[in-house]
C-alpha cells in the first residue's frame, strides 16, 4: 500500500520561512517523479513544484520561483519543499503526489500523478 504522509506545516509570518518534508512508503521510490500541489480555500488546486527521478529536472510555477526550492532523498525516500520569504497568499492545504518516471507529461499537470498524500496546511499571516 503506497502512503505519502507530508509533515512540516504550521502558521508562519509573511517573510518566515517554513520546510516541507513527505514520506514515502510502498513504492519503489526512485522510480517517481514528486511533486507538490496546493489549494486555497475556494480555489482550485494548482501546481507549486516537481523534480525528476535522479533531481535533474526541476520546474516551479512563476509565483514561487525563487522563493521555493523542491529537493528528495532517495535515499529516505523522501521529498522536500523549502519554502522562503513567505506572503498571505502561499495559504493553502499543500499536496505531496507521486507520479511514474515517464517521458510522457509535463510534471506539472495534476492528473499525471497517481498517489497522493492527505495534505497539510500552510498558513502565513500578513
Known amino acids: 500500500q503506497v502512503q505519502l504522509v507530508e509533515s512540516g506545516g504550521g502558521l508562519v509570518q509573511a517573510g518566515g520561512s517554513l520546510r516541507l518534508s513527505c514520506a514515502a512508503s510502498?513504492?519503489?521510490?526512485?522510480?517517481?517523479?514528486m511533486g507538490w500541489f496546493r489549494q486555497a480555500p475556494g480555489k482550485e488546486r494548482e501546481f507549486v513544484a516537481a523534480?525528476?527521478?535522479?533531481?535533474?529536472?526541476?520546474y516551479y510555477r512563476d509565483s514561487v520561483q525563487g522563493r521555493f526550492t523542491i529537493s528528495r532523498d532517495n535515499v529516505k525516500n523522501s521529498v522536500y519543499l523549502q519554502m522562503n520569504s513567505l506572503k498571505p497568499e502561499d495559504t493553502a492545504v499543500y499536496y505531496c503526489?507521486?507520479?511514474?518516471?515517464?517521458?510522457?507529461?509535463?510534471?506539472?499537470?495534476?492528473?499525471?500523478?497517481?498517489?497522493w498524500g492527505q495534505g497539510i496546511q500552510v498558513t502565513v499571516s500578513s
Open positions: 523534480i525528476s527521478w535522479n533531481s535533474g529536472r526541476l
Open positions: 510502498g513504492l519503489t521510490f526512485s522510480r517517481y517523479v
Open positions: 503526489a507521486a507520479r511514474y518516471n515517464s517521458a510522457v507529461g509535463t510534471m506539472m499537470e495534476g492528473s499525471e500523478y497517481v498517489y
